[in-house]
């Protein structure tokens, strides 16, 4: 009787532990306008999860084909959505109002992927 109290209260105390930290994680997975995010530079030559646009579309409009003059700026988010697999799709802007790669207002990124690549962080 006493085995069967101890064990059942100490499976309860884990069970809660779990679902705590379960909803924490999704908690912080979960965008919301005007979180702020820094661009990191990306794990290749390209960025994955940011849709950037292509170097040669870059020069093409006059610009720098690097992408050196992005990395370590500070973004945040102004509009979300969910693509058909359920995945969180966010729309970033500039906080200091500027263009990126001075050729677009916004650029979209693919939310869960782009954290976890590397290529955004929270800030």
Same mark, same amino acid.
Request: aromatic share 8%.
């Given at each position: &009787?006493?085995?069967?109290?101890?064990?059942? $209260?100490?499976?309860?105390?884990?069970? #809660? =532990? &779990? %679902?705590?930290?379960? !909803?924490?994680?999704? $908690?912080?997975?979960?965008?919301?306008?005007?979180? /702020?995010?820094? $661009?990191? %530079?990306?794990?290749?030559?390209?960025?994955?999860?940011?849709? &950037?646009? @292509?170097?040669?579309?870059?020069?093409? *409009?006059? #610009? +720098?084909?690097?992408? *050196? %003059?992005?990395?370590?700026?500070?973004?945040?988010?102004?509009?979300?959505?969910? !693509? @058909?697999?359920?995945?969180? $799709? +966010?729309?970033?802007? /500039?906080?200091? #109002?500027? @263009?990126?790669? #001075? =050729? *677009?207002?916004?650029? %979209?990124?693919?939310?869960?992927?782009?954290?976890?690549?590397?290529? =955004?962080? @929270?800030?």
């Amino acid at each position: &009787m006493k085995f069967t109290k101890l064990f059942s $209260i100490a499976f309860l105390t884990f069970c #809660g =532990l &779990m %679902s705590y930290q379960v !909803n924490a994680t999704n $908690i912080d997975n979960n965008p919301e306008i005007g979180d /702020r995010l820094l $661009i990191q %530079s990306p794990e290749n030559t390209t960025y994955t999860a940011l849709n &950037m646009p @292509k170097l040669n579309f870059v020069v093409k *409009k006059g #610009g +720098v084909a690097n992408y *050196k %003059s992005v990395q370590n700026t500070l973004v945040e988010v102004v509009k979300i959505s969910q !693509n @058909k697999e359920g995945e969180n $799709i +966010v729309t970033l802007q /500039r906080v200091d #109002g500027a @263009k990126i790669l #001075g =050729l *677009k207002k916004s650029v %979209s990124a693919n939310y869960d992927q782009a954290l976890q690549l590397g290529e =955004l962080k @929270k800030a």
